[in-house]
């Protein structure tokens, strides 16, 4: 079993107890929040890595699903306390709040199945929470939301309040029947009754006592009133009470029944209240890091620590209270822009020993408590505020010696409160230790103080701790430059500006700029070149070097900073780019969509118009007025299909019979095409999207073809019985086709098939049909004993594409025919 995390810290402090109630702001019930301000880093590796995995799932929980419905969960904890005491009976109230609770076990279930694919882990916990149905049941059927008793509860409470209301109904009725009397003006107050101390009472003057003889049982403040209860009720009044007292018994009885129950369902109900405050402070934990856009750390077994874009969480929220209020009013001039400037803390397992030096509010406090913070972030489960590839080891105690504790009431000095706190640390501190300290050295001689924190780091450092101090001593910046297993860092300091950036500077010892800082804050200009002409030569030349490695520094980071604009542009303009060509894409592929649709409605409203004029071709008396109109509606159709589609082509004469390739005119259809074959007479033209079959006669050459197909062989692409010359095969331009299908009939012939047979081929007959845009059908059956017939009946009476059959006239083959009309659309 892992060591319990040991946090020592001085007056100031890392302020964990700050972080901790911003993850309990982000709970929901009261056993979130309590957990939430209670929560202790974990020591064991695999622990951390399973909380911390835990707040990655419910962030990708709450990201897809939403958050869990905690909504209207109390704190039980009280009413299960009474429970537990045998012989105890709750208030009907607390045993109400059970009811919400067990009803958010069946809304969380429902909750985890739906979180399962993101979230395996919380969804199999909330799975395990025990429902308890068969109490919420009990509960609801015997408490109202009010927690009020219902009547439903009991047999026996039902009849007592039914008798109750009897009893105060008749008992009113009885006291309203004196104001009736003729003196009631002069002899009551009021005209109502009302009670007084459990029993139904009359409001009387006191002037008019005399008139109604009965007990007094209360009288107005002024005394002008008095509450009596006239001597003919008394009885009623008296069974009424002892009817209220039977109902309380009765609810008594109830609510320790209903207790009963709930204290045998105590460790069910327990370890529900427990699943429920453990799973919201991972949601807490999820919901914290979605707003600080905190990263996942990896938890090395090794002693590295790299924390790139580190943000202290505490001035993070800062921050967040600092944007509201100013989006609220508006920002003012010089005001806090909310921002909070991210820094790099890197430390080694070979350089364990950080020492942080520069100016004065530069940031070396803020270093410290962010790497303190975001530790115990981590093993507490929490992602932490920084940049991908955080990677952090396992502490098992940190110890942080931060800010002023000097004490008067103990007699304390700055650095006697140091030196109290350093002992304890030195006590206890091991390989697994954190040791933050702030000012190192301070508060004594500067030569005694860097002696003694040198000595301290020293021995901090045999014993395998990871420490990070800041300090202002020269001489330590000198130890962390040749100590092994030492390393310097300073905080950036703008010299123009003379304020700082906040960005830790490695390998390099920082200036405390006091100088520079009080002749900006108008210190007088000679007392600053006295003080400058008293530091030494070793000195100036140091600060000068330091100076010289700053600027540089600066401009370098500026080029830096410059390129990755210039990437970031660079990145920013393919984006666009890339965008604006996915976009032309999208627009091509939706043009060709729409262009696709168009030219299939234009081939169903020919294929309809081509239909519809073969019907009624062979219906109507083929006189030569009625082919000529017929004629001339195909040629408007054709004319219409070429306008909307943009179609022009030209028109070259031609002589001779057609030839595969040439571009033709079927000049009674109106329709222009290439020959795709040449079958002795007939001829197969492609028109647009539709394909037909007319006699050579019909067609006139516009076009000769350079390069002529070969014609398809004879049957290829039929798939129903060819019908007679004459009937819708060969020749007839009633076949009509779509590219790369077969040719549709609108005739059929099932002469000779069997009953089965001819079903089979009628049904993707009419299949076929329908999808190529005929209007009406034949089919062909002959008479014989009417077997066939009679099958095509039946098939065609129950079909959802035939919208009406009849048989064939006598110019449609009679009985041995049957015309079917399709449903259209």
């Known amino acids: 079993m892992s060591p319990p995390f040991r946090l020592s810290v001085g007056s100031g402090g890392l302020e964990w107890p700050q972080v901790l109630a911003l993850l309990a702001r982000e709970a929901r019930t009261p056993m979130g929040r309590e957990l939430a301000t209670a929560t202790l880093p974990f020591t064991d590796p695999d622990a951390i890595r399973r909380a911390l995995g835990e707040t990655r799932q419910a962030r990708a929980a709450m990201g897809q699903i939403g958050v869990p419905p905690w909504e209207g969960i109390p704190d039980v904890r009280p009413t299960l306390e009474t429970a537990r005491v ?55 059927r015997s408490l109202d939301a009010d927690g009020q008793v219902r009547d439903e509860a009991a047999p026996a409470l039902r009849r007592v309040r039914q008798r109750i209301r009897d009893l105060r109904r008749e008992l009113v009725k009885r006291l309203e029947a004196y104001f009736a009397a003729p003196n009631a003006d002069t002899t009551f107050q009021e005209r109502y009754v009302t009670v007084r101390h459990g029993r139904y009472v009359l409001p009387i003057r ?45 609810i008594l009885r109830i609510l320790a029944a209903l207790t009963d129950a709930v204290r045998a369902a105590l460790p069910e109900l327990d370890d529900l209240v427990a699943g429920i405050g453990g799973l919201d402070l991972i949601f807490a934990r999820g919901a914290l890091a979605e707003r600080m856009e905190a990263v996942e750390p990896t938890i090395t077994d090794e002693r590295d620590v790299v924390l790139r874009g580190a943000l202290n969480p505490v001035l993070l929220a800062q921050s967040w ?56 972030m981590a093993q507490s489960g929490c992602h932490v505020p920084a940049r991908d590839g955080a990677r952090l080891p396992v502490f098992t105690q940190c110890f942080a010696i931060v800010g002023d504790d000097q004490s008067v009431a103990e007699n304390l000095s700055t650095f006697s409160a140091f030196v109290k706190q350093l002992r304890e640390v030195l006590e206890r501190v091991d390989t697994r230790s954190l040791v933050l300290l702030d000012e190192l050295g301070a508060g004594t001689d500067p030569d005694d103080g860097a002696a003694l924190a040198q000595a301290v780091l020293e021995d901090l450092a045999e014993r395998g701790a990871v420490v990070v101090a800041s300090t202002h001593l020269e001489p330590l910046k000198g130890f962390a430059s040749t100590h092994p297993r030492a390393r310097n860092a300073s905080v950036e300091f703008d010299p123009e500006r003379l304020a700082p950036t906040f960005r830790l ?12 800082i009080g002749a900006r804050l108008g210190l007088p200009a ?116 070429a306008h909307t589609a943009g179609v022009t082509a030209p028109e070259p004469d031609g002589a001779g019979p057609a030839t595969v390739g040439d571009r033709v005119e079927i000049t009674h259809l109106g329709l222009k095409g290439d020959v795709l074959g040449v079958d002795g007479e007939t001829v197969t033209v492609q028109a647009g999207a539709v394909t037909v079959k007319v006699p050579m006669q019909a067609l006139r050459v516009i076009q000769r073809s350079l390069s002529p197909r070969p014609s398809p062989r004879r049957g290829e692409g039929e798939r129903y019985p060819r019908p007679r010359r004459g009937a ?20 059929i012939n099932i002469i000779g098939r069997t009953t089965d047979e001819a079903r089979d081929l009628l049904e993707k007959y009419l299949d076929d049909a329908f999808l190529a845009g005929l209007t009406a059908v034949r089919i ?35 009985a041995g025919a049957t015309v079917a009309t399709l449903t259209q659309g």
């Open 86 to 140: 045998p012989g105890s009976v709750a208030e009907a109230t607390e045993l109400a709040a059970l009811i919400p609770l067990l009803e958010a076990a069946g809304r969380l279930l429902a909750y985890g199945r739906a979180i399962q694919p993101v979230a395996p882990d919380l969804a199999a916990a909330l799975a395990g929470f025990p429902r308890q149905t068969e109490l919420a049941d009990l509960l609801r």
């Open 728 to 747: 819708g095969g060969e020749g007839d331009p009633s076949r009509i086709s779509t590219p790369g299908k077969g040719a549709v009939a609108v005739e």
């Open 526 to 641: 000679a007392l600053i070149e006295r003080a400058h002409a008293h530091r030494s030569i070793q000195q100036r030349q140091l600060q000068e070097l330091l100076a010289r490695l700053d600027d540089r520094d600066r401009k370098d980071a500026e080029r830096g900073a410059q390129l990755e604009r210039r990437e970031a542009e660079s990145a920013g303009l393919l984006a666009r780019a890339q965008a604006e060509l996915e976009a032309a894409r999208t627009s091509a592929r939706e043009t060709i969509a729409r262009a696709k649709a168009e030219a299939q409605r234009l081939v169903t409203e020919v294929r309809r118009h081509v239909n519809e004029e073969w019907d009624r071709l062979k219906r109507a008396e083929k006189s030569r007025p009625e082919l000529e109109r017929a004629r001339k509606r195909l040629v408007e159709t054709a004319q219409k299909v």
């Open 321 to 376: 209270r600092v944007a509201a209020a100013v989006d609220g009013r508006g920002a003012a001039e010089g005001e806090p822009s909310g921002s909070v400037i991210p820094m790099d803390i890197e430390i080694t397992a070979e350089r364990p020993l950080l020492v942080i030096t520069g100016p004065n509010a530069g940031g070396k406090t803020v270093a410290l408590k962010t790497l303190g913070l975001l530790v115990l």
């Open 206 to 250: 006191a002037e008019a006592k005399s008139r109604v003889r009965g007990i007094v049982h209360d009288r107005s403040q002024s005394g002008a009133t008095l509450f009596v209860e006239p001597e003919a009720v008394v009885e009623a009044n008296n069974d009424l009470v002892q009817a209220a007292r039977e109902e309380e018994t009765e």
């Open 505 to 516: 500077i490695y390998d390099r010892p920082g200036q405390s700029y006091a100088l520079s």
């Open 780 to 814: 062909i059956h002959g008479k014989g004993t009417g077997a066939l017939r009679r099958a095509v009946e039946e098939l065609l009476s129950a079909h959802p594409l035939v919208a009406e059959h009849r048989p064939g006239a006598s110019s449609e083959g009679g």
